[in-house]
């Protein structure tokens, strides 16, 4: 059985229906902060499967126990956590206490119980400002422009320490890039609350007109348009991949891996092929470069695919029909 925590948010839920698919059984446990239980129920619907939900927060050590106590776990998928970067600069103790303390008392309560067997959702962004395009794993972590990104590098940190004192742990580190798009099925996908703060969840509401127009911070970047470039992958790819990681538990040590395509696209090009996929007019506009924001940056996936047989299978078409129809099946997310 396997510990999904988070898994009622975006990328949690997807995981947890490819865990199911693949014949894990799962326990999720979620605070419902930014996530929704009626994902876990679609994904029920979807697998023809049941998950296990429990309603509670990773900071709560006596909720911990409990579940550990419940279940017979054998190893943790840790997605729980706060990513929205400009709110992490805004309230950095919050960001802090979730991700970075939330994730002690999760190896804590995994100690206790003799589980030592983690997969982390981390991001490239700890790579920092000054790494070189593509990232490698090689490569050594970076300064972080904020405290979302800081608070995934000492996560990290601290299970690179935890794997060199105590030789019991396998520990996969995922550097997630740009995960968008949605289950084929259209029934669940993201579903930010409030303003998105990603550009996909955005497109995809100006879209559907829930908000008016994209603004597009910088078009005088030193790219190939002047827009900022990222590496978008499907999140369903995404999923495939922690099920795939899976295998590296079996012997213990740290393992790093990037999950991405190794395909910058730009801001605009991504603009330009949502219209053309999705058969709709968006209105944007250019604005003023935001902080924080890198010209360009993208994986190099090689690694993944030499040691887990992952590679990125669903291209830039299907990213943005799949976000289509998630998005227009539901255009009020799960209240719809
Ligand atoms: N979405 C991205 O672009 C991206 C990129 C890189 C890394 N990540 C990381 O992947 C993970 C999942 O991201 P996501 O996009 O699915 O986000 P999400 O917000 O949709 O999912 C996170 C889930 O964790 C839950 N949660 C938050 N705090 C909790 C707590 N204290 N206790 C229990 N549950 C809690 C939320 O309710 C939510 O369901 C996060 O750790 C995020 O930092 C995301």
Same mark, same amino acid.
């Given at each position: 059985?396997?510990?999904?925590?988070? @898994?009622?948010?975006?990328?949690?839920?997807?995981?947890?229906? +490819?865990?199911?698919?693949?014949g894990y059984e799962v326990v999720v446990i979620d605070?419902?902060?930014?996530?929704?239980?009626?994902?876990?129920?679609?994904?029920?619907?979807?697998?023809?499967?049941?998950?296990?939900? +429990?309603?509670?927060?990773?900071?709560?050590?006596?909720?911990?126990?409990?579940?550990?106590?419940?279940?017979?776990?054998?190893?943790?998928?840790?997605?729980?956590?706060?990513?929205?970067?400009?709110?992490?600069?805004?309230?950095?103790?919050?960001?802090?206490?979730?991700? *970075?303390? @939330?994730? /002690?008392?999760?190896?804590?309560?995994?100690?206790?119980?003799?589980?030592?067997?983690?997969? %982390?959702?981390?991001?490239?962004?700890?790579?920092?400002?000054?790494?070189?395009?593509?990232?490698?794993?090689?490569?050594?972590?970076?300064?972080?422009?904020?405290?979302?990104?800081?608070?995934?590098?000492?996560? +990290?940190?601290? %299970?690179?320490?935890?794997?060199?004192?105590?030789?019991? #742990?396998?520990?996969?580190?995922?550097?997630?890039?740009?995960?968008?798009?949605?289950?084929?099925? @259209?029934?669940?996908? +993201?579903?930010?609350?409030?303003?998105p703060n990603n550009l996909m969840p955005y497109i995809?509401?100006?879209?559907?007109?829930?908000?008016?127009?994209?603004?597009?911070?910088?078009?005088?970047?030193?790219?190939?348009?002047?827009?900022?470039?990222?590496?978008?992958?499907?999140?369903?790819?995404?999923?495939?991949?922690?099920?795939?990681?899976?295998?590296?538990?079996?012997?213990? @040590?740290?393992?790093?891996?990037?999950?991405?395509?190794?395909?910058?696209?730009?801001?605009?090009?991504? *603009?330009?092929?949502?219209?053309? *996929?999705?058969?709709?007019?968006?209105?944007?506009?250019?604005?003023?470069?935001?902080?924080?924001? /890198?010209?360009?940056? #993208?994986?190099?996936?090689?690694?993944?695919?030499?040691?887990?047989? #992952?590679?990125?299978?669903?291209?830039?078409?299907?990213?943005i029909k799949d976000t289509w129809n998630w998005q227009?099946?539901?255009?009020?997310?799960?209240?719809?």
């Amino acid at each position: 059985m396997i510990l999904v925590t988070g @898994g009622a948010g975006y990328i949690g839920s997807h995981a947890v229906l +490819e865990l199911l698919n693949s014949g894990y059984e799962v326990v999720v446990i979620d605070n419902l902060s930014n996530g929704a239980l009626e994902s876990i129920e679609r994904v029920e619907r979807i697998t023809n499967k049941k998950v296990i939900f +429990e309603h509670g927060d990773i900071r709560d050590s006596a909720f911990l126990k409990y579940i550990f106590s419940k279940y017979a776990i054998l190893s943790v998928m840790h997605f729980a956590g706060l990513k929205a970067v400009s709110e992490s600069v805004s309230s950095p103790l919050q960001y802090y206490d979730v991700n *970075v303390t @939330g994730t /002690l008392e999760l190896i804590k309560a995994m100690s206790t119980a003799g589980i030592n067997k983690i997969v %982390f959702s981390s991001s490239a962004t700890v790579y920092g400002e000054a790494a070189t395009v593509p990232y490698v794993e090689s490569m050594p972590r970076g300064q972080s422009a904020n405290p979302y990104g800081a608070s995934k590098g000492m996560v +990290e940190q601290i %299970f690179t320490d935890l794997a060199r004192a105590d030789e019991r #742990w396998s520990i996969v580190l995922l550097r997630y890039f740009n995960p968008i798009g949605a289950h084929e099925s @259209g029934d669940i996908g +993201e579903d930010p609350k409030g303003v998105p703060n990603n550009l996909m969840p955005y497109i995809s509401q100006v879209a559907v007109g829930i908000r008016e127009k994209l603004t597009i911070f910088g078009n005088d970047y030193p790219t190939r348009d002047g827009t900022c470039e990222r590496d978008y992958l499907h999140v369903s790819d995404l999923a495939e991949g922690h099920v795939l990681s899976l295998s590296m538990l079996k012997t213990p @040590g740290l393992y790093t891996f990037n999950l991405g395509t190794g395909k910058p696209i730009s801001v605009l090009e991504m *603009v330009l092929a949502f219209q053309r *996929v999705a058969k709709v007019e968006l209105k944007y506009e250019f604005g003023k470069r935001r902080d924080g924001d /890198l010209p360009a940056f #993208w994986a190099d996936a090689s690694k993944a695919k030499e040691l887990l047989g #992952w590679e990125a299978k669903r291209d830039l078409a299907a990213m943005i029909k799949d976000t289509w129809n998630w998005q227009s099946k539901n255009p009020n997310g799960y209240n719809s």
